[in-house]
């Protein structure tokens, strides 16, 4: 890190790292950041043609939702990793030098941004999903009434203009953009100081409300699911849809945290204990958190019911083909969802009831001894 004899008249982007540093990138980085953006690429792009082909064969309005939504976030990667990955590879290839090419510090401060902007989009997608999926399950019918086409894709749109909106605090003075080590990119200056505290930790909580948020309806969605596949009636091809996309939603978001969570925890930590910024550790929580935009579309082309089909062709979502092979699996996932709703579906204990009855009945009538 070069920091010596920095005048008045160095650009606040290179105030604290400024170029040509000491440190030289090696073969390794180039190939690990070519490769790494390659198949972030083509992944996401092979999952937006398999979202096409299912949007155009999806029937039910839930679904159709849904696959905007994961429409978005494909969307999103997809320019995420074109725009700083191109960035990141040419300095590798080049080596070029940031103050010479950028004395203003415009595309220091673009780059900075859409690591912001990329970086909050699918945390903040995932949010708007489980509660999207929270309301289709809970409230399907106040959903259907309420929710027409155009306001998700308005939702997803909000989404991108917060993000956006985040991204340019630091244009407005809350934070600033810096060059970082080893000089191939820029991002927030993660500092416990005045401004830079506010942003960083807005940064990071932002990031952990929309995990939190995920977590908690997200567990509530999938409970009530629970309850409604072990139940009577209904109709079996629209629970299969439910459980297909509760599972892949529950997979994006366990992605989400695992590569997330330790970055922005460690910028809260960083900026709460005033401590210095340990550069190492920033470079390799990154890393983790850019594998949510690679192994994201990799969650549709995967775990859907038509690739299982093709591996099993028996395979159902339903409990028929999941709960028997756990018999005792299924009659305490009955008993403790009967017990958790039982103040709110009266219809379905009293169907439960009679049929118990019916069943007792019977046995009577064909054993009369007992």
């Not at 839930?62 to 320019?79: E, H, I, K, Q």
């Not at 599972?247 to 922005?264: E, F, K, N």
């Not at 859907?304 to 709960?323: D, E, G, M, Q, T």
Request: proline share 4%.
């Amino acid at each position: 890190m070069n920091t010596s004899h920095l005048n008045d008249s160095t650009p606040l982007c290179y105030s604290i790292n400024s170029p040509p540093f000491k440190y030289h990138p090696t073969i390794a980085s180039a190939y690990f950041s070519s490769i790494f953006s390659a198949l972030g690429l083509a992944s996401n792009l092979v999952a937006f043609i398999v979202l096409l082909q299912s949007f155009k064969r999806v029937r039910t309005r839930s679904r159709s939702f849904f696959l905007v939504f994961l429409g978005g976030l494909v969307v999103t990667d997809f320019l995420g990793l074109l725009v700083t990955g191109s960035i990141v590879v040419s300095f590798h290839v080049t080596h070029f030098n940031w103050r010479q090419l950028d004395p203003s510090c415009h595309f220091c401060n673009f780059m900075g941004m859409s690591m912001v902007f990329y970086g909050l989009c699918p945390l903040l997608l995932g949010a708007a999903m489980a509660i999207e999926r929270f309301i289709g399950i809970n409230c399907p019918f106040k959903r259907s009434q309420a929710m027409p086409r155009k306001r998700i894709i308005s939702m997803v749109l909000i989404v991108w203009m917060l993000a956006g909106f985040i991204s340019l605090l630091p244009i407005f003075g809350v934070g600033s953009y810096h060059m970082q080590m080893p000089g191939s990119w820029c991002f927030f200056n993660i500092s416990s100081v005045g401004l830079d505290k506010i942003f960083s930790l807005v940064f990071s909580l932002v990031g952990l409300t929309c995990l939190t948020v995920s977590f908690l309806l997200n567990t509530v969605s999938v409970v009530t699911l629970v309850r409604v596949c072990c139940g009577p009636g209904g109709s079996q091809r629209r629970r299969d849809h439910e459980v297909e996309m509760m599972v892949q939603l529950i997979l994006i978001m366990v992605i989400a945290s695992v590569c997330w969570c330790p970055l922005l925890v460690f910028v809260a930590q960083t900026v709460l204990s005033g401590s210095l910024l340990q550069i190492k550790y920033l470079l390799l929580w990154l890393r983790f958190a850019t594998w949510n935009q690679i192994l994201d579309p990799w969650v549709y082309i995967l775990f859907r019911r038509a690739v299982f089909k093709r591996i099993y062709p028996n395979f159902n979502w339903s409990r028929r083909s999941i709960l028997t092979l756990y018999p005792s699996m299924r009659s305490v996932v009955s008993r403790l969802t009967r017990a958790s709703f039982a103040g709110g579906h009266e219809q379905e204990e009293t169907a439960e009831t009679t049929g118990a009855n019916a069943t007792i009945t019977t046995m009577k009538t064909v054993n009369p001894t007992r």
